[in-house]
């Protein structure tokens, strides 16, 4: 099995996503369309165009994406906020245009990316963490593969996925002080829970078989006040901004471990993986960097605080070796893989699943940040392996070795 580097498979990638924009991003009223995490990781673990066209239009086929007309370019997207999903085909054509323009005035594709990144966030990243990261998703994988429609897609999720009437301040500029606070949900500046707040979590809350909707949103509202308003911990410290994320890696993938795949906890490191990249563009302001690596903590603190804190006391053991970067100890405290286990049986087992687009995705993302920490690769294959062969008990419902974690007693 091949595992090739993004410029080999661009074209192709790039080919294949344009063709998938015929389908709506999201079905089923609020669930994300993963297509993108059919064409990436297959083109580069090597399939052939034609092979991942026909995994991909299986996939699109078995969730009943709908179709999705292109075209309308929006004029004034500031206008086309507060969840406005209907927008999002005239946002794709504004984001487009914004996109292609950077790349020509900058003369490269990633300066391009960058530039418009830079214009950009700073309006949208209240999106950041808005549909379970999707619209970061999206964003992540299109600067790190140079793929100038995954970034449109991305920004244009984020922006329609945006909320901007509950907030009681407005951004400040990137340079100064920022009271940006990105979370699954809109909250205003002092968490008060009112009935728009309330009700945008029911709303949210419906579509996931964690008993009711209204038991999540009580779980919510009872641990986000604690930390939404903590300060995040970002290093002030250039140099030592993406290393802290190095260690974020591995944590979140111990975390998968321990809470057995459990839904928002994956998501939390898919969804790492693609703020990393965002966040790596060094042409970026330092300050708008650590705004995302923020952002997307936030959203993570909230994500998994709305499940309770599955694994918490195991995790909170598990951060202080990987703070002193014990690898092997933190190894020997979770589950064994059997003897001669390989990445490549680990793909080929992804491959087989019927709903493998969350796992597939995850899988080849703990693959992919190997380089970045390669010390770690026991943990992240100890990851992979779960993710791809274990089958957890799943009475509050998830997705093939995916769970949703109980939150009826919180």
């Known amino acids: 099995m091949k595992h090739l580097k993004a410029p080999a498979v661009s074209k192709t990638v790039e080919k294949l996503l344009q063709e998938q924009r015929r389908c709506s991003l999201e079905y089923n009223v609020t669930l994300s369309n993963h297509a993108t995490w059919i064409v990436v990781p297959f083109s580069r673990l090597g399939k052939a165009e034609g092979e991942v066209r026909t995994l991909t239009n299986q996939y699109t086929q078995r969730v009943g994406t ?43 594709v990633a300066k391009g990316i960058e530039a418009v990144c830079a214009k950009h966030l700073p309006r949208v990243s209240r999106g950041l963490s808005a549909a379970a990261f999707h619209p ?22 984020m922006h329609a996925r945006t909320w901007r009437d509950f907030d009681t301040y407005e951004m400040q500029p990137v340079d100064g002080p920022s009271p ?11 968490i008060t829970a009112r009935k728009e707040d309330i009700d945008t979590i029911r709303r949210v809350s419906d579509p996931f078989p964690t008993n009711v909707g209204q038991q999540r949103m009580i779980a919510m509202l009872k641990h986000l006040p604690a930390f939404v308003n903590a300060p995040v911990q970002v290093p002030k410290d250039e140099a030592l901004l ?31 993986w693609a703020a990393y990249h965002v966040v790596a563009q060094n042409g970026l302001p330092y300050g708008l960097r650590t705004e995302v690596a923020a952002a997307w903590l936030r959203g993570l603190y909230s994500a998994y605080g709305s499940q309770g804190f599955p694994g918490i006391a195991e995790l909170s053991d598990a ?5 002193e970067r014990d690898y092997a100890a933190l190894a020997k405290c979770l589950p064994s893989v059997p003897e001669g286990v390989t990445w490549e049986a680990c793909f080929a087992a992804v491959e087989l699943m019927t709903d ?12 992919e940040v190997i380089p970045l920490c390669p010390e770690a690769e026991p943990i ?24 949703f974690a109980d939150v009826s007693s919180l």
């Open 136 to 157: 970061l998703l999206e964003l992540g994988v299109g600067v790190e593969g140079g793929l100038p429609t995954a970034v449109a897609n991305g920004l244009a999720y």
């Open 66 to 108: 709908e179709a999705m007309e292109l075209g309308a370019v929006a004029s004034d997207p500031e206008q086309l906020v507060n969840n406005m999903m209907e927008h999002y085909p005239e946002l794709v054509g504004y984001f487009d245009q914004e996109v292609h323009k950077a790349i020509e005035a900058e003369g490269t």
């Open 380 to 403: 992240f294959l100890i990851a992979a392996y779960r993710l791809a062969t274990f089958m957890p008990a799943n009475p509050n419902g998830g997705q093939g070795t995916l769970r």
């Open 242 to 272: 993406l290393p802290a994320l190095h260690d974020m890696f591995v944590t979140m993938a111990t975390a998968m471990v321990v809470t057995e795949n459990e839904f928002l906890v994956v998501h939390g490191f898919t969804s790492l």
């Open 180 to 190: 940006l606070v990105a979370t699954m949900l809109a909250w205003n500046a002092d």
């Open 319 to 323: 951060a202080k070796l990987v703070a």
């Open 356 to 367: 493998e687009e969350h796992c597939l995705k995850a899988v080849w993302m703990l693959h």
